[in-house]
């Protein structure tokens, strides 16, 4: 039995836009107010496209819902040869709609990348992004609503964190090596 022809799932259509808002609506709902923190590089190496000297300026209070619903997941809690490693993961799922009105605008970025942070205020909790899923095998009528962030949590190692978001910038003052003065 073929598809309905009433129905075009591969072109821009009301029912793609209508979707959209529908998923808006329920990330609205269902998910949890998170701070978005891109990433700035400031010195990129060309060779090995790594930037020792990053940077968090930046702060967008968006919505975003949790995918992984059985908490964090990932390895969780193990002891390697370096010691205690923590391993937590958590998926978070943003619209692209969102994205775009609340970051895009702002900053330029097409769609949120890997090595920027997520500060979860209900947890206190400080996120990495590891893996952005931007495509899928399946489009919902032709098209994708939502990115999917595959985050870990951050370990901090020397970035500077000036957010405007004393929770997220009191990370850096705890962690980096105090100035004693010695004379």
């Known amino acids: 039995m073929p598809t309905n022809f009433y129905f075009n799932n591969f072109e821009s259509s009301q029912e793609q836009l209508l979707l959209e808002s529908l998923i808006v609506e329920s990330i609205k709902i269902y998910g949890h107010d998170v701070y978005y923190c891109p990433k700035t ?4 190496d060309g060779i090995y496209l790594e930037d020792p000297s990053t940077e968090y300026n930046n ?3 968006i919505e975003m ?4 619903v059985d908490g964090f997941e990932g390895d969780g809690k193990f002891y390697s040869k370096f010691g205690l490693e923590i391993r937590d ?9 969102s ?12 769609r949120p990348n890997e090595g920027d942070i997520i500060y979860f205020p209900m947890t206190s909790k400080i996120f990495q992004i590891r893996y952005v899923e ?4 399946f489009y919902q009528l032709g098209s994708l609503q939502t990115y999917d962030l595959v985050c870990e949590m951050f370990e901090y190692s020397g970035e500077k964190l000036n957010t405007g978001i004393p929770d997220i910038d009191a990370l850096e003052d705890s962690f980096s090596p105090a100035m004693t003065n010695y004379s």
């Open 41 to 44: 590089h400031l010195e990129r």
């Open 59 to 61: 702060a967008f209070y």
């Open 65 to 68: 819902y949790i995918k992984s």
């Open 89 to 97: 993961q958590v998926t978070f799922t943003v619209s692209r709609k």
């Open 99 to 110: 994205f775009s009105e609340e970051v895009q605008t702002t900053m330029g970025t097409l």
């Open 134 to 137: 931007s495509t899928a095998f």
